[in-house]
């Protein structure tokens, strides 16, 4: 059974720092890209940021270049996203995605909601 746990989040004030972990489980972890997204209300779901199989490649939205940094644990079969020095328009729930690296399969977490005090 596949499961991907968003855990971390949570409020914190603007400037701070926070810091999501999303644990995976039930597929092959390190033959899957992992990726940040986030669904503020009334708006829709947006890629924050996306790590590549090997972690050797990473790419971020423009909003959070430069304050936000994706990373991967193979070993632990988690992803994470530090998010420093985040401002109230950062609140959101955030996912955690997995895409397969060769295919089309994905799997979604179940989202974690993070709200920035100003």
């Known amino acids: 059974q596949v499961q991907l746990v968003e855990s971390g989040g949570g409020l914190v004030q603007s400037g701070g720092s926070l810091t999501l972990s999303c644990a995976s489980s039930g597929f092959t972890f390190g033959t899957y890209h992992l990726r940040w997204f986030r669904q503020a209300p009334g708006r829709e779901r947006g890629r924050v940021a996306h790590?590549?199989?090997?972690?050797?490649?990473?790419n971020y939205a423009d909003s959070v270049k430069g304050r936000f940094t994706i990373s991967r644990d193979n070993a632990k079969s988690t992803v994470y996203l530090q998010m420093n020095s985040p401002k109230p328009e950062d609140t959101a729930v955030y996912y955690c995605?997995?895409?397969?690296?060769?295919?089309?399969?994905?799997?979604w977490g179940q989202g974690i909601q993070v709200a920035v005090s100003s």
């Open positions: 790590i590549s199989s090997s972690g050797g490649m990473k």
């Open positions: 995605n997995a895409l397969a690296a060769r295919g089309i399969q994905q799997y």
